[in-house]
């Protein structure tokens, strides 16, 4: 009996378009990654540390703390290496013994000076250029 060849030969498949797909799918996730919106410092010690701080105190129970940390990030990049955002969350152990020491109450949105004096508290709400009007004022920019 004669054995017959079963096998039959596999074509060599070009490895092209798998490393096209794989490149095209990290550039999107990348892309995409870098639309997220960038999440605020909690680290309120940088406080009188040499750099102005606009403080926000938040609370996620009430919808004008909110609002002001979308004023905030609206306006992040436009004040960026002159001034750093911090939040202060009332709902963290740090941040609760942050607004305590120093008496604020939710959603008070703080400017402090280089040397970590407080020159403004705004308890009503705020837009854009309300805040971008009162840190020209304070800080002169």
């Known amino acids: 009996m004669q054995r017959q060849n079963t096998k039959t030969a596999v074509p060599k498949q070009n490895k092209w378009p798998k490393w096209i797909t794989l490149a ?58 002159r001034l750093e955002f911090v939040v202060a969350d009332i709902n963290t152990p740090d941040g609760r013994t ?10 008070a949105l703080v400017f402090f000076a280089a040397d970590g004096r407080n020159l403004q508290t705004l308890y009503s709400a705020q837009t854009v250029d309300s805040v971008k009007q009162e840190l020209n004022k304070l800080f002169q920019y």
Do not use: C, W
Not at 98 to 107: D, E, I, K, L, T
């Open 98 to 107: 942050f607004v305590q020491r120093h008496g604020f109450m939710p959603a």
């Open 24 to 81: 095209l799918i990290m550039a999107i996730t990348i892309f995409a990654v870098s639309l997220l919106p960038r999440g605020f410092s909690g680290d309120t010690s940088i406080v009188g540390q040499g750099t102005p701080v606009l403080l926000l105190v938040h609370d996620d129970n009430i919808l004008q703390s909110g609002e002001t940390m979308a004023v905030m990030n609206k306006i992040r990049n436009e004040y960026a290496g």
